[in-house]
C-alpha cells in the first residue's frame, strides 16, 4: 500500500495542497496542463486521496501546528491565547508541539508535522539556526506548507512572512530611558544561549550605549533562577552598576531579588528594567518597568496572517511589525 502523501504530490508537481485538492474534487476548476500534470504524479506515487483531501477543498477542516520552545515562559501563554482566539473564530484545529533541548530534536518534530498533514505552521522558537531556517524553507517550497515565525524573526526570512515588534528599536529606546535617566554603567543582562530576538535586543543597547559615548556592557547568564542568582551576587561583588536592562521580565526580577539582598535600593542605586511587560512585571515588588511587547496581539496576528497564506491571499507586506510601548513604573526614575 502507498504510504505516499498529499503533500508529496504537492511537492513533485510544484503546486499548493489546494491545488491537489481541487485537481481530485473540482477538476473544472484547475488549468488543463496543471490538472493533467498533478493526475500524472498521483499515478505515479500510488497517492489514494482520503477525506484530508477533500478538506482542503471545501476547508471545512483545517489543522494549523504551533511549534513552542518552551511552555513555562509566561509570555508563551499569553501568545497561545491570542493564536487560539483567532483559531476559534475560523473553526481551526491546533496542534502544539514543544521543543527540547535535544540534539535533532526540531528536525524530528518538523518532519512529525508534515507526516500529520497540517495545513500550516505557526513556529514560535526564536533560537533558530541557518540549518533550522533551511528545513523550514524546504517545508514550505517542497511540501507547500504556509509558515510564519510568530515573535521571532530571521535576517533572510522575506520568503517566509513574520509577525514581531522592531526588537533594536526597543532596545534603542529602553536603553537611552536609562541613559537619560543620567545612569552611566548600563548593563544588558542577556542569555548564554543564542536567540534571534535577543541579538537585536543587544544591537539596540549597544547602539543608544555608543551614542552617548559610554562603555557597552552585556551580561550573559541562564533564564533559571537557580543559576542566575549566584551569577548575580557574583557580579556585584566585581562590578559598578547603576542601570539594568534585562532580556525577559523573569531575569530583570531575579536580579531585582538580588540586588535587594545585596542592599541596593531600587531606582535609587540602579534602575532595572525588563522586556514584555508580563505578570512577572507588575508582581514584582517594586513593579518593573520595561518595554511592553502586544504578546497577545502578536499571536492573533500570525494567525490571521497564516489564515491569508492557508486561502493563498495576497500578502501587503511579508515581515510585520507591530508597535511597542515603554511602561515606566517604579524600578526606574
Not at 497540517?118 to 523550514?136: C, H, M, P, R, S
Not at 543597547?205 to 547568564?221: D, F, G, H, V
Amino acid at each position: 500500500m502507498s504510504k505516499a502523501t498529499i503533500y508529496d504530490v504537492a511537492g513533485k508537481a510544484r503546486v499548493s495542497l489546494a491545488t491537489v485538492s481541487r485537481a481530485i474534487n473540482n477538476p473544472e476548476k484547475v488549468k488543463p496542463e496543471t490538472r493533467e500534470r498533478v493526475l500524472r504524479v498521483i499515478e505515479e506515487l500510488g497517492y489514494k486521496p482520503n477525506a484530508f483531501a477533500k478538506g482542503l477543498a471545501s476547508r471545512k477542516s483545517t489543522t494549523v501546528a504551533v511549534l513552542v520552545p518552551d511552555m513555562s515562559r509566561a509570555s508563551m501563554a499569553e501568545m497561545m491565547n491570542g493564536i487560539a482566539d483567532i483559531a476559534r473564530v475560523y473553526k481551526y484545529s491546533v496542534l502544539l508541539y514543544i521543543l527540547d533541548n535535544e540534539e535533532g530534536h526540531e528536525e524530528d518534530v518538523l518532519k512529525e508535522i508534515v507526516a500529520a498533514q497540517v495545513d500550516g505552521i505557526l513556529y514560535l522558537n526564536d533560537e533558530i539556526t541557518a540549518k533550522q531556517f533551511d528545513f523550514l524553507r524546504t517545508i514550505k517550497n517542497d511540501y507547500k506548507i504556509p509558515i510564519v515565525l510568530t515573535n521571532t524573526v530571521y535576517p533572510e526570512s522575506d520568503d517566509i512572512p513574520s509577525v514581531s515588534i522592531d526588537y533594536e528599536k526597543a532596545g534603542y529606546e529602553i536603553t537611552k530611558k536609562l541613559i537619560d535617566e543620567g545612569r552611566k554603567d548600563i548593563f544588558m543582562v542577556s542569555t548564554v544561549r543564542k536567540y534571534m530576538v535577543n541579538d537585536l535586543k543587544e544591537a539596540g543597547y549597544l547602539r543608544a550605549i555608543e551614542a552617548a559615548s559610554l562603555t557597552p556592557r552585556i551580561m550573559r547568564t541562564s533564564g533559571r533562577i537557580a543559576i542566575n542568582t549566584d551569577h548575580f551576587n557574583e557580579f556585584f561583588r566585581d562590578h559598578k552598576v547603576d542601570g539594568v536592562i534585562a532580556v525577559r521580565d523573569s531575569i530583570a526580577v531575579s536580579f531585582m531579588n538580588v540586588a535587594r539582598q545585596n542592599h541596593v535600593r531600587l531606582p535609587d542605586d540602579i534602575s532595572v528594567a525588563g522586556f514584555q511587560n508580563t505578570k512577572y512585571a507588575q508582581l514584582a515588588r517594586p513593579q518593573l518597568s520595561c518595554v511592553d511587547v502586544p504578546i497577545y496581539d502578536i499571536g492573533a496576528v500570525s494567525m490571521r496572517l497564516l489564515t491569508k497564506l492557508m486561502n493563498e491571499e495576497s500578502l501587503e507586506e511579508t515581515r510585520v511589525t507591530l508597535e511597542h510601548d515603554l511602561v515606566l513604573r517604579q524600578t526606574t526614575r
